[in-house]
């Protein structure tokens, strides 16, 4: 996912929330979820930043105000 792509994914209103998954391994970064009919629980990712990548801040600054969970609903 890029920076252009989640502005994008917010302007369309089809952001639905992000969590920060640090379980220490490759998969650890800021995972961004998007509204779907078909989804779990009406949402499913849409892409990551991880935590290697130089446009993390950027993502954090971009979805600043809509709250970033810890784990599994919040409660990691």
């Known amino acids: 996912m890029t920076i252009q792509e989640l502005k994008e994914l917010r302007a369309a209103g ?3 929330h992000a969590t920060y ?3 220490g391994t490759l ?3 800021l995972w961004i979820y998007q509204n779907t009919p ?3 629980r009406g949402y499913e990712p849409a892409g ?3 935590k ?3 446009d993390l ?3 954090y600054h971009e979805i600043s105000g809509t709250g970033v969970s810890l784990g ?3 409660n990691g």
């Open 14 to 16: 089809r952001f639905h």
């Open 38 to 40: 078909t989804g779990f």
């Open 21 to 23: 998954r640090s379980e």
């Open 72 to 74: 599994s609903y919040g």
């Open 27 to 29: 998969l650890e970064g």
């Open 52 to 54: 290697d990548n130089p």
């Open 57 to 59: 801040d950027a993502a």
């Open 48 to 50: 990551a930043f991880f």
